[in-house]
């Protein structure tokens, strides 16, 4: 049985993205199999631009900029929008499993989680704290960006730390507004976040932030720390299989979606989840939903839960839509974080709404 008093942790140095990411799904796989210990592991990236495991990266990021400056693109095994990182940023990530936490309400897991972040941070010499849903704030101002995700009884949080972030840089990697790329915009960006070297006048040396956020964590679950400078073999071997996979295009690309093609029609949806994306293809003559992709910064678990919903929803008559939809849900054994069926819906009658066939579709649930 694991040890539920012990927190190893474990830094991994600064790396590409590709192998940061494989290191993801090699520690979560082995936690959840019952090889890995409960974990703290610190973290650091090369200039890297990011997906959430459902986004499209045409979508999401302006690709040409980041060939041009040498940033790696790559996927994530977790849901989430598209973020930049690079060696300005402290990434660490929590390994637990329900029993260690007491608690399966993801809300509940950030509260405490972030609350020990953010003593943690504040004992380096800055006043944070925990603000609702995920994030940890000085004077009002983003200094750290978290998240969570379940895998079986294994949970994984995570969590960004800026020593010395350049937010220009952020917002022209990402595939936002021009306008939001005006000298006016990025001072107003710059402005909703806190760096750790401007707040404390220098730069803080990596292991002391760690120390102190180590501390706050060890504090925080009533666990003894033991430090480590390696993986296991059963780490290694996962490592090196996610590897293999996840450095490749096949799944940096995998849900890209051609919303260049003509005809289909798109639909924007602010779920509590997150952003949701719809492209939909639609037989006119015939009054069917040809194919759909779905995309955005959301979280559910399986994996292929969206990809098989597609798939599922292919030729579907567009009266049938909602009916179609729940009946997969009842089929399927989904986890799904602050999200429902209707919001899958909801998103395919916002892209349905954007033609004169079914208006009724538009919103609501149909007579």
Same mark, same amino acid.
């Given at each position: 049985?694991?040890?539920q008093?012990?927190?190893r942790?474990?830094?991994?140095?600064?790396?590409?993205?590709?192998?940061?990411?494989?290191?993801?799904?090699?520690?979560l796989?082995?936690?959840?199999? *019952? $090889?890995s210990?409960?974990? #703290?592991?610190?973290? @650091?990236?090369?200039?890297? !631009?990011?997906? %959430?495991?459902?986004?499209?990266?045409?979508?999401?990021?302006?690709?040409?900029?980041?060939?041009?400056q040498?940033i790696?693109?790559?996927?994530?095994i977790?849901?989430?929008?598209?973020?930049?990182?690079d060696?300005?940023q402290?990434?660490?990530?929590?390994?637990?499993d329900?029993r260690f936490? *007491? $608690?399966?309400?993801?809300? #509940?897991?950030?509260? @405490?989680?972030?609350?020990? !972040?953010?003593? %943690?941070?504040s004992?380096?010499g800055?006043?944070?704290?925990?603000?609702?849903?995920?994030?940890i704030?000085?004077?009002g101002?983003?200094?750290?960006?978290?998240?969570?995700?379940?895998?079986?009884d294994?949970?994984?949080?995570q969590?960004?730390?800026l020593?010395?972030?350049?937010v220009?840089?952020?917002?022209?990697?990402?595939r936002?507004?021009?306008?939001?790329l005006?000298?006016? !915009?990025?001072?107003?960006a710059?402005?909703?976040?806190?760096?750790?070297?401007?707040?404390?006048?220098?730069?803080?040396p990596?292991?002391?932030v760690?120390?102190?956020l180590?501390?706050?964590?060890?504090?925080?679950?009533?666990?003894?720390?033991?430090?480590?400078?390696?993986?296991?073999?059963?780490?290694?071997?996962?490592?090196?299989?996610?590897?293999?996979?996840?450095?490749?295009?096949?799944?940096?690309?995998?849900?890209?979606?051609?919303?260049?093609?003509?005809?289909?029609?798109?639909?924007?949806?602010?779920?509590?989840?997150?952003?949701?994306?719809?492209?939909?293809?639609?037989?006119?003559?015939?009054?069917?939903?040809?194919?759909?992709?779905?995309t955005?910064?959301?979280?559910?678990?399986?994996?292929r839960?969206?990809v098989?919903?597609?798939?599922?929803?292919?030729?579907t008559?567009?009266?049938?839509?909602?009916?179609?939809?729940?009946?997969?849900?009842?089929?399927?054994?989904?986890?799904?974080?602050?999200?429902?069926?209707d919001?899958?819906?909801?998103?395919?009658?916002?892209?349905?709404?954007?033609?004169?066939v079914?208006?009724?579709?538009?919103?609501?649930?149909p007579?």
């Amino acid at each position: 049985m694991r040890d539920q008093k012990t927190l190893r942790v474990i830094d991994t140095g600064l790396r590409r993205a590709t192998e940061n990411l494989a290191l993801n799904r090699a520690l979560l796989e082995s936690h959840q199999e *019952g $090889t890995s210990p409960h974990t #703290l592991r610190f973290l @650091r990236f090369h200039p890297s !631009a990011l997906v %959430g495991f459902h986004q499209s990266v045409g979508q999401e990021l302006r690709t040409d900029y980041c060939v041009e400056q040498g940033i790696e693109i790559q996927r994530r095994i977790t849901g989430g929008g598209a973020i930049y990182f690079d060696e300005t940023q402290i990434g660490w990530e929590l390994y637990l499993d329900k029993r260690f936490l *007491g $608690t399966a309400e993801m809300p #509940l897991i950030a509260e @405490r989680i972030c609350n020990a !972040a953010a003593r %943690g941070i504040s004992s380096l010499g800055v006043d944070a704290r925990f603000r609702p849903r995920n994030d940890i704030e000085v004077d009002g101002r983003k200094i750290s960006g978290t998240g969570g995700a379940f895998d079986g009884d294994s949970i994984l949080y995570q969590g960004t730390l800026l020593i010395d972030f350049d937010v220009e840089r952020m917002l022209r990697v990402l595939r936002i507004p021009a306008e939001k790329l005006s000298d006016k !915009a990025i001072s107003s960006a710059r402005d909703r976040v806190a760096n750790l070297k401007d707040l404390l006048g220098d730069l803080p040396p990596f292991d002391r932030v760690q120390q102190s956020l180590a501390a706050s964590f060890a504090e925080a679950f009533g666990v003894g720390l033991e430090w480590s400078d390696a993986l296991n073999e059963a780490e290694e071997r996962k490592f090196a299989e996610a590897l293999a996979e996840m450095d490749t295009p096949e799944w940096i690309y995998q849900h890209d979606r051609p919303l260049s093609e003509a005809g289909l029609l798109e639909g924007l949806h602010k779920s509590p989840g997150g952003l949701m994306r719809a492209a939909l293809a639609l037989d006119h003559a015939r009054d069917r939903i040809k194919q759909v992709w779905i995309t955005g910064d959301f979280f559910v678990k399986p994996g292929r839960t969206v990809v098989d919903l597609e798939a599922s929803l292919r030729d579907t008559p567009v009266g049938e839509l909602e009916t179609n939809i729940h009946r997969f849900f009842d089929r399927n054994a989904v986890e799904m974080l602050m999200l429902t069926p209707d919001d899958f819906l909801t998103v395919l009658r916002n892209a349905l709404a954007k033609t004169t066939v079914a208006p009724g579709l538009a919103g609501g649930r149909p007579a």
